[in-house]
């Protein structure tokens, strides 16, 4: 009797310490709390963030290491780049080349990495689609089209409406994913 009372104690004690362990877990995680884009699912991972683009950057491709490097010109790969203008965009107003694209520095969120970007974005678009309008509707050009993957890589026309080009871009159903399209030049020359 004395050990079938011992064992029911251990076993209800056993319950009760799981019950108090999962609750623990279940409590701990962060709230889901519903948004219009992720009312259905709390792992929706489908709303691309733009990172942190430096709209007051100058960067310039210094390919042939032309530029010194002085306090506030810092280098990245084969880019020479200043966080505000100064001494870079001097340089860059006397040696301006017209073929050249606009360079901004980039800071994608949780990083501490610069990249680099020429304002380009890569969308996937829904089967059936062309890109060609998909360019037009947007005042995009159209840069390279993967139709194997239904992904191409448009240009913008500038920085300044990006962030607003991207959300019209996402609301789009002709339209899986946008993102920005970077330049990571600790990877090489592209």
Partial sequence: MIIKSA???????????????????????????PTENNTDSQTDQ????????????????????????????????????????GSLSSFYLTQARSEEPTYKLVQELNSDAYKISDGSLLIEYVDGVSTAVIANDYTLKLILDFPSVRTASFQSENFSGLAELVLALMHDERINSVTLDLIDPSVGPR
């Fill in 46 to 85: 489908s709303i691309y963030q733009l990172p942190i683009i430096f709209l007051q950057s100058v960067v310039i491709r210094d390919r042939d290491n032309l530029i010194p490097l002085l306090p506030d010109i810092k280098q990245l790969g084969d880019f020479k780049y200043e966080l505000m203008p």
């Fill in 7 to 33: 064992s029911t104690n251990l076993f209800f004690l056993l319950c009760v310490f799981g019950v108090f362990s999962f609750q623990e877990r279940v409590l701990s995680q962060e709230p889901f709390v």
